[in-house]
């Protein structure tokens, strides 16, 4: 990791519900309660936006202040 990497190192996993939807922005209600922004910017993804109220998975890299998912599950 170089000085100029925007991203904290490593990926995270969370698993809850969109509490909700706006743009590429999404906010997720983990299963512990913690509540996270995540961005789809540039994720060339072939599957639709989740919607809220939705269960899902992501795989995320920390960039303050939000999370850039690069992979959805609908759990």
């Known amino acids: 990791m170089g000085d100029l990497d925007l ?11 969109v509490r909700s939807w706006s743009g590429a922005f999404g906010e997720l209600v983990t299963d512990s309660g913690l509540s996270l922004i995540f961005v789809l910017q540039g994720q060339g993804q072939g599957e639709p936006q989740p919607k809220v ?23």
């Open 7 to 17: 991203f904290e190192p490593g990926t995270q996993i969370f698993t809850g519900v």
């Open 53 to 75: 109220g939705e269960r899902i998975t992501i795989s995320a890299r920390r960039f303050r202040p939000v999370y850039q998912a690069a992979t959805i599950t609908r759990a």
